[in-house]
Structures are given as C-alpha cells and as structure tokens.
C-alpha cells in the first residue's frame, strides 16, 4: 500500500482521466478502445485512480433551465466573526441548502463565495431572506446576477 501513495500518474492514467472527463459512461471496453489498453489494465488503472482519489465520483449534468432553476447568483457573504465553531455553523447551513450548488472559503473583502440556482429573482430574494440572512453571524451580502453563461466547465486540465 505505501507505493500506491507515492504513485505517480503516467501518460496511460493522464490519457484515462481525459477520456472519463469527457464521458463518464464509456464502458470499461470502450475505455480500454481509447487509451489502447486491453480491458483488464484498464478497469484496473481506474479502480487505481479511484481508490487514491484522483476519481472523486461520476455525476449527471443536469441543464438547469430546464429545471427551472436557471437563474443562476453568486452571493458574496461576510461573517461578523471569524472562529472555527462559527465558519462551522455557517458552511454546516450551507451545505444542507440544495440551492447553495457551490461554496467558497475566499480572501478578500467577504469570507464566502456562492453560487445558487434559483427560479428566478423572487425565488432568490426569499431565499436570501428566509435562509441565509437568517443565520445570525452574517454581517453582510452582495448578490451579482448572472446574465449569460459564457464558460461552465466540469473538467480539470490534464
């Protein structure tokens, strides 16, 4: 087990993360097709690549508008106090709000940086007020609108 904690990816295991990055659903013959490996190497590099974390978990992209939670915020929150226990009560909300899709720890002039999926901006606006203005240590909120979505990627560069 120490060697897998020192491993180093090679260009098989690069050129395996690309290819899942793209579609997640190959199957493992389809997979091996791509990297040109046979089907037992490559089922096992990516149980590998599982195991020491460099695969996370598979998802769905879902479209949001679609939804109806295409009205996409990111919402800058400054805490009155910083301490362990209240940055722990305030991402512990966070993390229970199925709006909240992503969140940041930041520098800067705010602590927190989201992003949440809403309806529309009446949606937000109670929201704003009934969920996350309600937890006491929030000393301030600055709410940016997104008009377009230019880039949205999932992927990470390798």
């Known amino acids: ?5 020192e491993y180093t990816l090679d ?14 659903r ?6 091996a097709a791509q990297v040109h490996l046979s089907t037992t190497p490559a089922y096992e590099r990516v149980k590998r690549l599982e195991r020491l974390g460099y695969i996370q978990k598979y998802a769905t992209i879902l479209d949001a508008a679609k939804l109806n939670r295409g009205f996409a ?4 929150v ?4 910083l301490s362990v226990e209240k940055a722990e009560a305030f991402t512990s909300l966070v993390r229970s709000v199925p709006e909240v899709t992503e969140c ?3 520098s800067g002039s705010f602590d927190y940086l989201l992003r949440i999926q809403s309806p529309d901006m009446r949606y937000y606006q109670q929201f704003l007020l009934n969920v996350i203005g309600r937890h006491d240590n929030v000393a301030s ?4 609108f997104v008009m377009e979505e230019i880039k949205h990627e999932y992927s990470v560069s390798v």
């Open 1 to 5: 087990m120490a060697a897998e904690k």
């Open 11 to 24: 260009a098989k295991d690069l050129d395996i993360l690309r290819a899942l990055q793209k579609n997640a």
């Open 26 to 31: 190959l199957t493992n013959k389809e997979l």
């Open 73 to 76: 915020v990111f919402c800058s």
């Open 78 to 81: 400054k805490l009155r106090q």
């Open 104 to 106: 940041y720890n930041i």
């Open 141 to 144: 909120i600055e709410s940016t």
